[in-house]
């Protein structure tokens, strides 16, 4: 083995900063009845969708009591039905004990909502505020905008595609398995069969477009629509999708003239 480790002379790992997509679970309070009940439902919406899946918890809107919030019984119910809790995002100081108690990760909030109040202390005051409303700012900055990334080739089953900055335009098919990602639009010229997530930052106004619409999924900052609600409007056409009202809206593209 030493011989072995002479000769290869190079270290056993690296350690590399990585951007993955993650599906956050929004956990408004935790009976473990009616969790059970509920996930059982999105399941048998989408059963493929949620196999085996990563998720994190997020408890920037919980309002249940804290002594309820049992990580134990939540990871057993997730686990029995194939999926993985990665983490936790988001909370107080004594909901991240109890996570850490039950061996799962704290990872850092992500934007305006992922910090909890203090008591007497409202959630726009003081300098955390201020600098949470003029980070997203960008008219101030005169750079110009990110460049799009363009993909000419099939997105395919089990590939994923980013643009962490600006939009992402793909003048080809997203096949079924594939992901794609962007900070902005995303715009495929071609069957979207895989998953689309548009705004990943956070940026509300990003939109997807495509030429036939037969996602698995499609997300804009966060809010997305699984297949079986995409097929009740606009499936296998042209469409855009945007969110209004914390809601994504379906509506075809027109393809008159002009």
Known sequence: MTDALQANDRPAFQLKGTTVSLTALELAYFDEESFEAALREKIRQAPGFFRNIPILISLDHYQGPTAELDFFKLLGICRRHDIHVVGVRGGDEDQHRLARHAAIAVLPGSGQND????????????????????????????????????????????????????????????????????????????????????????????????????????????????????????????????????????????????
């Open 115 to 258: 910090r909890p109040s203090s008591p007497g202390k409202g959630p726009e005051t003081g300098p955390a505020a201020e600098s949470e409303t003029d980070a997203p700012n960008t008219e101030s900055t005169p750079a110009n905008p990110a460049p799009a990334r363009i993909v000419s080739q099939p997105v395919r089953s089990g590939q994923q595609v980013y643009a962490p900055e600006g939009d992402l335009i793909i003048l080809a098919p997203v096949q079924a398995g594939a992901e794609v990602l962007a900070a902005g639009n995303i715009h495929v010229y071609g069957p979207l069969r895989g998953r689309a997530l548009a705004g990943v930052h956070g940026q509300e106004e990003a939109r997807v477009f495509c030429q036939s619409l037969e996602a698995e999924l499609v997300s804009i900052a966060g809010h997305y629509k699984i297949s079986e609600d995409l097929q009740e409007r606009g499936w296998k056409a042209p469409v855009q999708i945007q969110l209004r009202d914390d809601l994504l809206v379906v509506t075809p593209l027109d393809r008159s003239p002009g």
